[in-house]
Structures are given as structure tokens and as C-alpha cells.
């Protein structure tokens, strides 16, 4: 069975202090998983090591980095590289954010190479894709997203792919006052499910798991989840609400 993941994105937002009290909530509160269930919470940089302190008792819970960068190390000032996660235990990494693309002008080529830097540190990726409202008026949003894919996930090999944790973005529906369906949720899921059968095979393909990344709240989660393709969730705004959060992880199945 796919693991089924409920994955936080806190981006730039909360303190410490306020980000402690929500992990502690969260530990305390949200009853154990199902073998097959994982939470995965991606916090600031500062934030990594005290995090995984709060987390260490929850087997089922895992802390992530938002971000790393496409070199290996050196003279660029201010970022950080796998290896330095590697070395502080952090396991999870998103890579290719809609807003890294957007205002840091990541390119699916950079992308490929921290994607193959996660492998080399033993992180597993959360690889995002997803089109913006341009290219869903267009129709185009298959094609845009089976570039992404081909342009950078695709590069890796059969056993890393069958690590990597999918996110769809759909950046249309993000801030915009539109809202995706569930029934659009699922139909660009088994297209990117289509596209790694097509290159992996059907086996492979069944085993990766795709979350969606479109404005998931607590009001809305089971219905997305219960998709068949759509495997959890990657939680931006909802994720900052203990409450909120944890009846998220409650609806995974």
C-alpha cells in the first residue's frame, strides 16, 4: 500500500516560540498512525534541529527542510546544502516549489541536480509540479506538467524514483478565488501517475505517492483524499493550526 502523507509547509511564517507550541500540540494530540500513514513537517531552516527534538518520540512524525540547494557546497552565501541536512538527520526535503520557481526563478534543470544531491545525502525529495492559471485556461496544464516532470524528475533512476514523494501544485487555485475540484484533483493525479508508468512501468508508478498541494483544509481533506490517486496532502496556511492540522492528518486513510 502507498504511503499516505499529510505534509506541513509553514514557508516564512511563526516564531520559534510559536512553532514549538504547535509541534507539542500536535505530538500530543494526534493519535498514532497506521503503518501506512506519516506526517512530514517542513519549518525554516532555524527551526530544523529544535523541531526534530520536539518530534524524536513520534515514530510516524518526520521533519523536513523547505528547501536546498542545487550545488554541492561553496561559495554561495546564505544557502543551504544536502549534505548540511544530512548531517543534522533531516530525511525530507521539498524541492521545486511554485514559489521557489516564481520568485527565485528555479529552472527544471536546477531542480534535477537537487534532486540527484538529495539522493546522494539519503533525503527523500517532495518533488512539486503544477501549472499557473494561464496555463489552465489554456488547457495546456497536461503538457506543462509532463515537462516538469520529464525536465527533472524523470532524470532519476527506477529505485529513487519509487523514494520520491510527489506534490501537485495547482498554482491556479492558490490565492486566486478559484477553487479546484475534486474530480480536477484526481484527473491531473492519474495523469502524473500515467507518466511514470509510461516511464517507469505500471508497477513502479502504483507505489509513488502524489499529494495535492491546492488550498487542503480540514473542511475539504477527506473528499480530496479519498480520490484514488491522491494520497495526503501538502499543507500550506492550514498546517500554522494545530486544530486544523491534526483533523488533516485524521482524515488521511
Known amino acids: ?25 500536535l505530538v500530543s494530540e494526534c493519535a498514532p498512525l497506521s503503518s501506512h500513514q506519516r506526517v512530514v513537517i517542513a519549518v525554516p531552516f532555524p527551526y530544523l534541529s529544535l523541531a526534530q527534538g520536539i518530534v524524536k518520540e513520534r515514530g ?35 524541492v521545486g516549489h511554485s514559489e521557489r520557481r516564481e520568485y527565485q526563478s528555479e529552472t527544471n534543470s536546477q531542480l534535477a541536480d537537487k534532486l540527484q544531491l538529495c539522493f546522494a545525502h539519503q533525503i527523500t525529495p517532495i ?22 516532470l520529464q525536465e527533472s524528475l524523470f532524470k532519476l533512476a527506477p529505485d529513487q524514483i519509487a523514494q520520491t514523494i510527489i506534490a501537485y ?24 501517475r500515467k507518466q511514470l508508468a509510461t516511464t517507469y512501468g505500471d508497477q513502479l508508478a502504483a507505489q509513488v505517492s502524489i499529494l495535492y498541494g491546492g488550498s487542503v483544509k480540514a473542511s475539504n481533506a477527506s473528499e480530496l483524499f479519498s480520490c484514488l490517486d491522491v494520497d495526503g496532502g501538502l499543507v500550506g496556511g492550514a498546517s500554522l493550526l494545530a486544530t486544523e492540522f491534526s483533523q488533516i492528518i485524521a482524515a488521511l486513510p
Open 1 to 25: 500500500m502507498r504511503k499516505k502523507i499529510a505534509a506541513a509547509n509553514w514557508k516564512m511564517n511563526l516564531t520559534w516560540q510559536e512553532g514549538a507550541l504547535l509541534l507539542e500540540k
Open 60 to 94: 510516524d512524525f518526520s521533519i523536513a527542510a523547505q528547501n536546498c540547494h542545487h550545488k554541492a557546497g561553496g561559495a554561495y552565501t546564505g544557502e543551504v546544502s544536502t549534505s548540511m541536512l544530512q548531517s543534522i538527520g533531516i530525511k525530507y526535503c521539498i
Open 127 to 148: 518533488f512539486c509540479c503544477g501549472e499557473s492559471l494561464p496555463t489552465r485556461e489554456s488547457g495546456e496544464q497536461n503538457s506543462f506538467v509532463q515537462a516538469q
Open 169 to 192: 501544485e495547482p498554482i491556479w487555485a492558490i490565492g486566486t478565488g478559484k477553487t479546484a475540484t475534486t474530480e480536477q484533483a484526481q484527473e491531473i493525479h492519474h495523469f502524473i
